[in-house]
Nanobody, 117 residues
Framework: QVQLVESGGGLVQAGGSLRLSCAAS????????MAWYRQAPGKQRELVAS???????NYADSVKGRFTISRDIPKNTVYLQMNSLKPEDTAVYYC???????????WGQGTQVTVSS
């Protein structure tokens, strides 16, 4: 089992920045992928960014060049630095971890990000 605790959401004006954090605890030794998803009202949950154990990252086209995902392995924490925020980035952001074999998916409780125009 892996437990995830997210922090860092809030209200920011367009063009501003926020940094989300997600701390994992429990069976963290077998974490293979850490990722951030988001879900806006009336829309499906979508992948924002992911990072695998080797450090390779992947981003949604809509956030490339603005968001950066990183991972602190000793702290079992994943971060999402969000710059140049736009109103369309408004959503609940969820941390996701894939751990174990076969991989099992774990979700955080979600943190609200609101970008005002």
């Amino acid at each position: 089992q892996v437990q995830l605790v997210e922090s860092g959401g809030g209200l920011v004006q367009a063009g501003g920045s926020l940094r989300l954090s997600c701390a994992a605890s429990g069976s963290t030794f077998s974490i293979a992928v850490m990722a951030w998803y988001r879900q806006a009202p009336g829309k499906q949950r979508e992948l924002v960014a992911s990072i695998i154990s080797g450090g390779l990252t992947n981003y949604a086209d809509s956030v490339k060049g603005r968001f950066t995902i990183s991972r602190d392995i000793p702290k079992n924490t994943v971060y999402l630095q969000m710059n140049s925020l736009k109103p369309e980035d408004t959503a609940v952001y969820y941390c996701n971890v894939q751990s174990g074999f076969p991989p099992r998916s774990y979700w955080g409780q979600g943190t609200q990000v609101t970008v005002s125009s």
